[in-house]
C-alpha cells in the first residue's frame, strides 16, 4: 500500500515565478493537509482541504493556495515567490477514528527559490 | 493546541533506554498528546498519543503524569536508526481538525 506520494522532489525556481507542488494522498484517506518546514524549524501548518475545500488555514499570505481534487489528490501553489519561501514543502493525509485524527506525512518536496 | 516544552537536545547509547521529556503545562483535558518523529529528509513519522492512561505499542511507550503536566516518551532499546527529532504535540482533534503545531522537538542522537 502506497503511502503519501509527493512530486516533485526537489525543485529550483526564482524568486517572483510561480510553482505547483502535488500530493498524492495514502489509500483510503479523504484529507490532505500541506506544512512548510524551514531549515532547524518544525513543520508549520499551511492549510488543510477536506470535501475539495479549504477547511482550514494557518498563517500563511494568500500567496499561498491550493487545491484537492475529487480523488481527493491535492495540489499546493505559490504566487511570487521569495527566497524566504525555500523550504520542505510537506503534505500529509489523514484519517479520522472516534473523534482523533491520524496523520500520514509524505516525504516532502525541497523547494529551493534563488 | 497545548504550547509543549522539550529540551533541544539528548544523547543515548545503542541498546539502551531513551527517555525525552516533554513539559505541556497547559494542555487542556479533551487534548491528547501525540509524538512524531522526523528522521533527516523524511516526513515526520507517527509513534504514539495517549489522553491519560499510559500507553505501549511497537515503537515505543507512553508515560503521562497524573496530572497530564508532563509526559515522557520510552524507547526501550534504542538503535541508530532513532537518531531523530522527536516532537511532542498536544491536539484535541475535533474543531481543529487535527491541525498539527510542531514546536522545535527534541534532537535525540544514539550513538554507538
Known amino acids: 500500500d502506497a503511502g503519501v506520494t509527493q512530486s516533485p522532489t526537489h525543485l529550483i525556481k526564482t524568486r517572483g515565478q510561480q510553482v505547483t507542488l502535488r500530493c498524492s494522498p495514502k489509500s483510503g484517506h479523504d484529507t490532505v493537509s500541506w506544512y512548510q518546514q524551514a531549515l532547524g524549524q518544525g513543520p508549520q501548518f499551511i492549510f488543510q482541504?477536506?470535501?475539495?475545500?479549504?477547511?482550514q488555514r494557518g498563517n500563511f499570505p494568500d500567496r499561498f493556495s491550493g487545491h484537492q481534487f475529487p480523488n481527493y489528490s491535492s495540489e499546493l501553489n505559490v504566487n511570487a515567490l521569495l527566497l524566504g519561501d525555500s523550504a520542505l514543502y510537506l503534505c500529509?493525509?489523514?484519517?479520522?477514528?472516534?473523534?482523533?485524527?491520524?496523520?500520514?506525512f509524505g516525504s516532502g518536496t525541497r523547494l529551493t527559490v534563488v | 493546541d497545548a504550547k509543549t516544552t522539550q529540551p533541544p537536545s539528548m544523547d543515548c547509547a545503542e541498546g539502551r533506554a531513551a527517555n525525552l521529556p516533554c513539559n505541556h503545562s497547559?494542555?487542556?483535558?479533551?487534548?491528547?498528546v501525540y509524538w512524531y518523529r522526523q528522521i533527516h529528509s523524511q516526513g515526520p513519522q507517527y509513534i504514539i498519543h495517549?489522553?491519560?492512561n499510559n500507553e505501549t505499542n511497537e515503537m515505543a511507550s507512553l508515560i503521562i503524569t497524573e496530572d497530564r503536566k508532563s509526559s515522557t516518551l520510552i524507547l526501550p532499546h534504542a538503535t541508530l536508526r532513532d537518531t531523530a527529532v522527536y516532537y511532542c504535540i498536544g491536539n484535541a482533534g475535533g474543531t481543529s481538525y487535527g491541525k498539527l503545531t510542531f514546536g522545535q522537538g527534541t534532537i535525540l542522537t544514539v550513538h554507538p
Open positions: 497547559t494542555i487542556s483535558g479533551n487534548e491528547y
Open positions: 495517549g489522553l491519560k
Open positions: 482541504y477536506y470535501e475539495e475545500e479549504e477547511r
Open positions: 500529509a493525509s489523514s484519517w479520522r477514528t472516534r473523534g482523533l485524527y491520524g496523520y500520514t
